[in-house]
């Protein structure tokens, strides 16, 4: 026994090496296939022998069950953040306020990682709870997480109690890859490496997360006199020593303003050619004595900054403009564009407006245009480059007749509409509508597969939508899908059938009608029924609803077409009530009864739980004879055994597909 613990021993030691000299130091020693050797045996003989393994074993990192909530955890420092500044002079003014405090004062320069910061607590060492910032003073405990992300280490190289800080981050690679798999399984992709990085370590499921291959950059200890240290630059040099990845070849330093701006000059040149995502410089006041004298405001420290790069700006060739057909009937140019990179992410398109913009701009196709994109912001032109535009180029020109259906448009204002109520764009539009996320949130009916299954014949009204199911076997051949996809996609159906009053009165698409109205109208009447019946003056007594809204309800309710989709719509089940908390229980099989989860399904157990509960179902952990239900995964544990035992009713995924569907 005692040589089985040595060897798991020693093969911990090497693996925490390799992974320190690859991830802390960008130095590996060992070839991949060396690692996996290693790792096996590992994984072979904690195998074999469960009461060796230990806690900070990197076999620790695949995840582990999932859980239904993250507990909140108090930070024994507040996790505060600096003040951000924009420009030049901003920069000189922060060094001038410095300089009135410390004699000639020196900075710490660093990239500023564009991701969320983690708080991670070691205990002798070993990594016992990591939490994200949550409002500063109560952050989230995203330990399980957290020790799936391979450059935090589970052990430091020095047995000490001490918290760290850095940046939770996802790579540009990374980030493409999360992005693939998600337009794979028709899922929404994220916007940019940071919002992928939130909702990876956000999960519920950290086997999910282990997936995601996230990254941690360390950069901060909060207190840093405890160990001995005089400055922030022996803080990251510690940090680097722990064994975490610290940013020791980016960062720099600085005695006065000049140097500040060559700093910041040099990182915008390397920032594009950067594994991961930056969005500004990082100045802290190097000597932690000075920081003290410095101290803080009642929000954030005086004695640092975070610089932002300004909104990046990049060239490409404008190769079209195309004009898309709003579910109003509006017409849109749009501005089709080589593909670029922008602040993290691939676009490749950005909106014109209207006839007005794009001849205010004088775009034409063909010009070299930049694009800005900020953080989550949609994609803009800037401008085209004239001094670089061919002589050659034709004027933009607005098209007189719909793209879709040819009918002569109209001209209100400054836009053009397509007036054909009949025109196939603004059915597909309005389909989209239905299916977004403030509207009824059917998961996965992005403009793609609306209009694929449009074109195929299977969704040209809304009511279709809840008759897909009875095409499942014909969907399923469709290109590009499979059973699991379309299981999905008739799955969100469902849900949405259980949906507040608000979401449908939104997803109608009643002109003026936004999801604030919406909310505000069901609210009022509480039922489909009474705002049908509710007429102009009723309408318009309603605060907030004014005369062109009132007109625009009554208007759409004397369309006979729409008064027969409401009916069709409450024919299928879908709820016509302002539900406030209130739970759907027309689901018999579900409602009040008692269920249990257990091994490993293809979503976060989370997802299966919600789902139960909308219908009133009670989801618990431990099977007893007041189990109704359990449903199981893969490598189920001894909860299957006891359920199979007991004689209670096991679900696999297409029971509860089929069970959650109340026709
Ligand atoms: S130090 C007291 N260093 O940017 C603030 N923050 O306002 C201690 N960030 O929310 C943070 N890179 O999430 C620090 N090298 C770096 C950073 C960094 C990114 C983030 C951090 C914070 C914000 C700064």
Known sequence: MDKIKNRINELIDKINKASYEYYALDNPTITDQEYDDIYNELL??????????????PTNRVGGEALSKFEKVRHETPMLSFDDIFNDEEIELFNERIKK???????????????????????????????????????????????????????????????????????????????IEKRKNNEREFA???????????????????????DYMAYFIPNPENYGISTQHESLEFLKELGFKTNYKLNGFAKDYKDIINYIEDLSIKRETLPYVIDGVVLKVDNLEDEKKLGFTSRVPRWGIAYKFPATEVLTTLKEIKFTVGRTGKITPNAIFSPVHVDGSLVSKATLHNEDYVIEKDVRVGDIISIRKAGDVIPEVVEVKLDRRDKSLEP?????????????????EANHYCPNEKCQARHIEGLIHFASR???NIEGFGDRIVEDFYNEGYLTKIEDFYHLYKYKDELMTLEGFGEKSIDNLLNAITISK???????????????????????????????????????DTLKNIPEIGDIIAKSIVEYFKNENNVKLLYNLKELNINMEYKGEKIDSSNEKVFSKTFVITGTLSKPRDYYKEILENLGGNVTTSVTKKTDYVLVGDSPGNKYDKAISLGIRILNENDFNDLIIND
Do not use: H, W
Request: proline fraction near 4%; hydrophobic fraction near 35%; include cysteine.
């Open 498 to 536: 259980n949906n507040s009053l608000e979401k449908l009165i939104f997803a109608l698409g009643i002109r003026y009608v936004g999801k604030k109205t919406a909310k505000l109208l069901s609210i009022y009447f509480g039922s489909m029924d009474k705002f049908m019946k509710s007429d102009y």
């Open 438 to 440: 403030d509207a009824m």
């Open 396 to 412: 933009f020109k607005m098209i007189t007749n719909c793209p879709i259906c040819n009918t002569p448009l109209i001209k209100k």
């Open 192 to 214: 940019n490496p940071r919002n992928a990085a939130a909702g990876s370590v956000r999960q519920l499921d950290s086997k999910i997360t282990a997936t995601r291959d996230l």
């Open 101 to 179: 405090t410390i004699n000639n004062p020196t900075y710490t320069l660093e990239p500023k990682m564009d991701g969320l910061s983690g708080s991670l607590l070691y205990k002798n060492g070993v990594l016992i709870r990591a939490a994200t910032r949550g409002d500063g003073i109560v952050g989230e405990d995203i330990t399980l997480n957290v020790k799936t992300i391979k450059s935090v280490p589970l052990k430091l190289n020095k047995e000490i109690d001490i918290e760290v800080r850095g940046e939770i981050y996802m790579s540009k690679i990374s980030f493409e890859k999360v992005n």
């Open 44 to 57: 072979r003989l904690e195998k074999n022998y469960p009461e060796l393994k230990r806690e900070d074993s």
